[in-house]
């Protein structure tokens, strides 16, 4: 079993930054693949960003691309979510989920293809 546990989120200006991480135990990150989603008030959980385990391939939401980047740690247990250029839009519930799969990357962008998830941390974008 993968516990997941996420860095605290936190309340940011439009246009500053913020990184996220999410840290599991057991195994390395790359035994994983790896996504974060999000999820604002009334609305679905979206997909942000993936990163494959193996090749390390990544894929993004097209609102975040060029703004967000997700890397994660070799040699330890966690991924990070780089957020930059934050918008008010921005604001959500961020989750990290995790798969042992190693699809297409495409698939990754679905909530479907994720086993474990973390608890979620609240991002809030505001002035």
């Known amino acids: 079993q993968v516990q997941r546990e996420e860095s605290a989120g936190g309340l940011v200006q439009p246009g500053g930054s913020l990184r996220l991480s999410c840290a599991a135990s057991g195994r390395a990150s790359t035994t994983y693949s790896w996504a974060w989603f999000r999820q604002a008030p009334g609305r679905e959980r979206e997909f942000v960003a993936a990163i494959r385990r193996g090749d390390a391939k990544k894929d993004y939401a097209g609102s975040v691309k060029g703004r967000f980047t997700i890397s994660r740690d070799n040699a330890k247990t966690t991924v990070y979510l780089q957020m930059d250029s934050l918008k008010p839009e921005d604001t959500a519930v961020y989750s990290c989920?995790?798969?042992?799969?190693?699809?297409?990357?495409?698939?990754?962008?679905?909530?479907?293809?994720?086993?474990?998830w973390g608890r979620g941390t609240q991002v809030t974008v505001s002035s």
């Open positions: 989920a995790a798969t042992t799969k190693n699809p297409i990357l495409s698939y990754l962008s679905s909530k479907e293809a994720y086993e474990y």
